[in-house]
């Protein structure tokens, strides 16, 4: 059997071997107690647990179950590393506009590290100064692929378009004042945006982002090598 059957949840032991990673916990809706079993049942398969949107009621129901648990507070996630996934190589760059997109950048940042990514963290660098993020250009061209974080009206993965040639996922944010309609705006503005290739997660998503920014990573790090040496 593939699943543990807990009664509440049925935990997906194959979730590696199908998609790479290990099942991960959404601690929202979920009571500390339920979390801290699938807590300890993925981490009896797979060595690594991860849970996102975690409270300290959860982490402390986590804790007392498997001490070696860590509380990211301000990205409200819950880590353990048993058995390290193994680390590809390259970067992925996390980028968000300003400060108050932080959470949102920090739940992307842990879920990037604990599957194994080298993350180049590049904060407060929205349009409103874009001189910091032009500054920037070489370390993001240095990355494999940009997870691009953003409220008020989302601009900035379509600067950041302009200036690179990696996969951008854009991330909106409920950051901003009435008008932007807790992120619809900024969900809008990236959806719209002029800037080639850049796709779109839902909003304070930081989570959804990684993962696809992981699994392209992933998969760079298996793809042929095509150029003119190869074989050679």
């Known amino acids: 059997m593939t699943y543990v059957d807990l009664g509440f949840a049925r935990v997906d032991t194959d979730r590696k071997r199908r998609r790479g990673f ?4 959404y601690c929202e809706g979920k009571t500390p107690a339920d979390v801290a079993a699938i807590a ?6 797979d060595g690594v647990m991860l849970g996102t949107r975690a409270s300290r009621e959860h982490f402390d129901a986590v804790a007392r179950e498997l001490p070696e648990a860590k509380y990211h507070a301000r990205g409200r996630c819950i880590t353990i590393e048993k058995t390290p996934l193994p680390k590809n190589t390259g970067k992925i760059g996390v980028l ?3 400060t108050s997109d932080l959470p949102v950048a920090e739940e992307a940042v842990i879920t990037l590290e604990i599957f194994g990514n080298h993350v180049e963290k590049i904060f407060d660098v929205g349009v409103a100064g874009i001189h910091r993020l032009i500054s920037e250009r070489d370390r993001l061209e240095a990355c494999n692929v940009l997870v ?5 009206e989302g601009a ?3 600067a950041v378009a302009g200036l690179v040639s990696k996969p951008i996922i854009a991330v909106p944010t409920s950051i901003g004042y009435g008008a932007s309609f807790g992120g619809l705006a900024a ?3 990236m959806l719209n945006s002029c800037g080639s290739g850049v796709t779109v997660v839902n909003i304070d998503n930081g989570f959804g982002a990684a993962y696809a920014a992981a699994t392209i990573n992933r998969l760079l790090q298996t793809a042929p090598d095509t150029g003119p040496s ?3």
């Open 22 to 25: 290990p099942e991960v916990i």
């Open 40 to 45: 300890k049942t993925i981490l009896e398969q």
């Open 96 to 98: 968000c506009a300003g």
């Open 148 to 152: 691009v974080i953003a409220g008020m």
């Open 156 to 158: 900035l993965p379509s």
């Open 187 to 189: 969900l809008l503005g």
């Open 230 to 232: 190869a074989g050679n």
